[in-house]
T-cell receptor, first 110, second 112 residues
Framework: EDKVVQSPLSLVVHEGDTVTLNCSYE??????LLWYKQEKKAPTFLFML????IEKKSGRLSSILDKKELFSILNITATQTGDSAVYLC??????????FGAGTTVTVRA | DAGVTQSPTHLIKTRGQQVTLRCSPK?????VSWYQQALGQGPQFIFQ???????QRGNFPDRFSGHQFPNYSSELNVNALLLGDSALYLC???????????FGPGTRLTVL
């Protein structure tokens, strides 16, 4: 059965710290891996990764995929209180749905 | 550029009742997916609609049904509500079979 596991479940950091979130997956027919940020309700799209070893960056956020070891990392540098959220990892195989992990709750303290 | 919209924002029902949730996709998108997110969990796929047909379904009972209209908007219907149906219901839209799905703000359903 396909599955995705995120770690840690939660973490608390102080402003300016760097955060590394992990997402490991076991899936047949892997097509893409996506990261979302969920603050209140709507998950907002961050990155989509399809190729191994190519880092995607957006400001202080970056992500990389390792298709051999079946994991992805999301990094947030120089964290701010506005980064406090649940970060969700999801994969898509050759069907149409996204399969999500349980998420990592990040709390950034001032 | 209008994003994904959902209505209502909140809903309270009692066990056994029926509920209808509504979703309008992001401008230019023609595919709508529905997800259920229980507290502390990631979203779980319910089904996806494309060209007014259910294209794929997740592991949800037949009490969950849907519809897509010619303007691509969609409804999620849940019959015979159970306490366990209490959750945030998210709608996501995309264009065709594109991987990236864009989510609406959700409808918080509480079943008493």
């Amino acid at each position: 059965e396909d599955k995705v596991v995120q770690s840690p479940l939660s973490l608390v950091v102080h402003e300016g710290d760097t955060v590394t979130l992990n997402c490991s997956y076991e899936v047949t027919n892997f097509r893409s891996l996506l990261w979302y940020k969920q603050e209140k309700k709507a998950p907002t799209f961050l990155f989509m990764l399809t190729s191994s070893g190519i880092e995607k960056k957006s400001g202080r956020l970056s992500s990389i995929l390792d298709k051999k070891e079946l994991f992805s990392i999301l990094n947030i540098t120089a964290t701010q209180t506005g980064d406090s959220a649940v970060y969700l990892c999801a994969f898509r195989s050759n069907d149409y749905k996204l399969s999500f992990g349980a998420g990592t709750t990040v709390t950034v303290r001032a | 550029d209008a994003g994904v919209t959902q209505s209502p924002t909140h809903l309270i029902k009692t066990r056994g009742q029926q509920v209808t949730l509504r979703c309008s996709p992001k401008s230019g998108h023609d595919t709508v997916s529905w997800y259920q997110q229980a507290l502390g969990q990631g979203p779980q796929f319910i089904f996806q609609y494309y060209e007014e047909e259910e294209r794929q379904r997740g592991n949800f009972p037949d009490r969950f049904s849907g519809h897509q209209f010619p303007n691509y908007s969609s409804e999620l219907n849940v019959n015979a509500l159970l306490l366990g149906d209490s959750a945030l219901y998210l709608c996501a839209s995309t264009l065709g079979s594109t991987d990236t799905q864009y989510f609406g703000p959700g409808t918080r359903l509480t079943v008493l």
